[in-house]
């Protein structure tokens, strides 16, 4: 067992109301954005970082990106899990998380996330305008996601073959769904989002597939 899994599992204990997912302490239920709290190894020995989670799950993705996340750290300048002091250091770490639960679980639907993220605007990264624009499209602000999106793959193309290695096939299969089928889109993301739910092993923590569903707007609002 990873050292990240033994130390949430112990907090756990104190936090039910958190799940355990893989390596990472998931506030439920996840729908469209996985919330909770990760750790990452640093190069100093013991020495870790506590992020606070904040990803939506609507492209293909190897892991969970941090670009809307934060690191925290309570009111100290580092954070270590000491082999000889074990359940102290889980008890510092669960006081720290305490703090940034009530944050997170206001970020549980695609508005709260655009809220969260309101600092993409037109000149931020590729990758998180592209994430603003699917989260537009699920809740059914389409021509605005649309706009984006076609904006997008214009710019992409201009990157050389390295650098659009990811991104650039992905804009065409969104461009190609909009193209032929726009209803469709929704389909595919839906396929992405199910294989990122599998891929972090977030099943535990999600949305009864019998509840509600999002629907966008009909395709006559292109």
């Not at 949430?8 to 954005?33: A, N, R, W, Y």
């Not at 020495?47 to 990106?65: C, E, H, N, Q």
């Not at 996340?69 to 002091?85: C, F, H, K, M, Q």
Request: charged content about 25%.
């Amino acid at each position: 067992m990873s050292r990240s899994k033994r130390l949430f599992k112990l907090i756990q204990k104190s936090l039910p109301g958190l799940m355990l997912c893989k390596d990472m302490l998931v506030i439920p239920p996840t729908e469209h954005i996985v919330r909770g709290f990760s750790l990452e190894a640093t190069s100093q020995k013991e020495r870790v970082y506590l992020w606070k989670v904040v990803t939506p799950l609507l492209r293909p993705m190897s892991g969970v990106i941090l670009d809307y996340s934060d690191r925290i750290s309570g009111t100290e300048n580092e954070l270590y899990v000491r082999r000889d002091a074990f359940e102290q250091s889980a008890e510092n770490i669960r006081a720290i998380i305490s703090e940034h639960i009530e944050y997170l679980r206001g970020i549980r639907h695609p508005h709260d996330f655009l809220r969260h993220a309101s600092w993409v605007v037109d000149g931020s990264p590729a990758l998180q305008r592209l994430d603003q624009a699917l989260i537009h499209y699920l809740i059914g602000n389409v021509p605005q996601s649309v706009k984006v999106l076609r904006a997008l793959d214009k710019e992409v193309d201009q990157w050389d073959a390295r650098r659009r290695e990811y991104l650039g096939p992905l804009l065409k299969q969104i461009v190609h769904e909009i193209d032929t089928n726009p209803a469709g889109l929704m389909g595919l993301l839906t396929e992405w989002e199910n294989q990122n739910f599998e891929r972090l092993g977030l099943q535990p923590s999600r949305v009864p597939t019998d509840g509600p569903r999002l629907v966008v707007s009909s395709p006559g609002s292109f």
